[in-house]
């Protein structure tokens, strides 16, 4: 009597069907069950991972976006709306089910360009509206990218760097949020053709192309240059929210030109701007590809916003409103070695006055602080007994007078 054939346990294949039956306690499985099996568990585990990463998003609407902004970042009300609105239409778009049908909407990325002076809360704004959704965020300098091949950074290292913020995990980090900074340093030189390449100019500004759009890219775990030799992790960044921000030097005379400009015929009116008015309140896309930028990124980026400058009063209030406002922090390093410390207010005033002299901005703030504070906090920790220091004006007039940012010359 002829001995029965070993078959799959699974699809019921016979074994001279198949290339391999491995064999079990009880039964056998055949090579194509192991890959269906295979593709089956991937699948699961990706869905999983997916739900947790959308468990993590903690997604609120617009109104409260700002809210939590007001907390940390004061006035600019119009870009935190426009960013509120932003933020809130990703990830929306990141919590809908993926379009399975030929009838469904599938909606697109809208990606952000803030144009704001230095100082202004660019950057403050985009870590705040990390902090808020709890997803991978990075800040990565537009200054340092350059064309493949040439000395400088791939335009992939920018997502180098949110892959280590995400801990390399690529399923969150394909869902977080990539700050580029310095997005005006890669304007083109010249609309003139040139015998030298445009190598950190235009040429960045076609690789960039493909990360805002929404591709798969090799990137370099580690950064820097890719090699033939290193392992590369692969990265959609379909679901990538990008914010790009800039000073735009320059550009409030292309404005200024564009809106004064008086069209020809009856009725015609020329818009007018006094001194007070921000300039950049005005800005539109046809700005951006005046002052340098390539229409194919303007395209790519379809929420454009400003930032004002920032006066003596909004100064004022960065300095002891905020939640983690720069008095607060000098308070509380000085609690933690058992000094109270309390400012007279005509002493904020003063230091107030002179960052709006110097026109650092908010950074300047805090150059001014340290100038001051400096001495103190040397002399100060490791006293035995508690004590208090109060800052008078004449003390901080006498220790600002004596440090090296005293001695710029004012814009």
Do not use: W
């Not at 599938?106 to 959704?133: D, F, H, P, Q, Y």
């Not at 906090?377 to 440090?403: C, H, N, R, V, W």
């Amino acid at each position: 009597m002829a001995e029965r054939e070993i078959s799959c346990s699974f699809c019921g294949r016979k074994k001279s069907e198949v290339n391999i039956l491995i064999a079990g306690i009880t039964g056998h499985i055949c090579d194509h069950c192991i890959d269906q099996a295979n593709s089956i568990v991937r699948e699961e585990l990706a869905q999983q991972k997916n739900s947790q990463v959308e468990a993590s998003l903690t997604l609120q609407k617009p109104k409260d976006i700002k809210r939590f902004l007001d907390e940390f970042v004061i006035g600019q009300d119009e870009a935190k709306k426009v960013l509120s609105v932003a933020v809130y239409n990703h990830y929306k778009r990141l919590l809908q089910p993926e379009a399975k049908n030929s009838d469904d909407i599938e909606i697109e990325k809208s990606n952000i360009v803030l144009v704001g002076e230095t100082g202004t809360g660019k950057t403050l704004l985009a870590k705040t509206i990390a902090k808020m959704l709890n997803v991978p965020f990075c800040i990565a300098d537009a200054t340092i990218l350059t064309e493949a091949g040439y000395v400088g950074e791939d335009v992939e290292s920018v997502l180098s760097r949110l892959l280590q913020a995400a801990d390399y995990d690529v399923t969150a980090a394909e869902r977080g949020i990539v700050f580029v900074d310095e997005i005006d340093k890669i304007a083109r030189k010249s609309d003139n053709p040139s015998i030298t390449r445009d190598v950190s100019g235009e040429g960045v500004q076609q690789a960039l192309l493909k990360l805002l759009e929404g591709s798969t890219v090799n990137v370099p775990p580690q950064g820097g240059r890719k090699h033939p030799e290193q392992k590369l992790i692969q990265v959609n960044t379909r679901n990538i929210l990008f914010i790009c921000g800039g000073a735009f030097d320059g550009i409030n005379r292309i404005i200024e030109r564009r809106v004064k400009t008086t069209t020809i015929g009856y009725g015609s009116k020329e818009l007018e701007l006094d001194e007070s008015d921000n300039v950049l309140r005005y800005v539109a896309p046809a700005d951006l590809r005046s002052f340098g930028l390539i229409p194919e990124l303007i395209g790519r980026f379809p929420v454009l916003s400003y930032l004002n400058p920032l006066d003596a009063d909004t100064l004022r209030r960065i300095l002891t409103e905020p939640k983690n406002a720069l008095i607060k922090q000098y308070i509380k390093l000085f609690d933690m070695d058992d000094v109270k410390l309390s400012f007279d207010k005509d002493v904020l005033d003063f230091i107030v006055e002179k960052a709006f002299e110097y026109k650092l901005g908010a950074r300047g703030l805090r150059s001014i602080c340290e100038a001051i504070m400096t001495d103190a906090m040397f002399e100060l920790p490791g006293e035995e007994s508690s004590q208090k220091l109060q800052i008078t004006l004449d003390y901080a007039k006498e220790k600002f007078s004596k440090s090296k940012i005293s001695k710029l010359k004012v814009a």
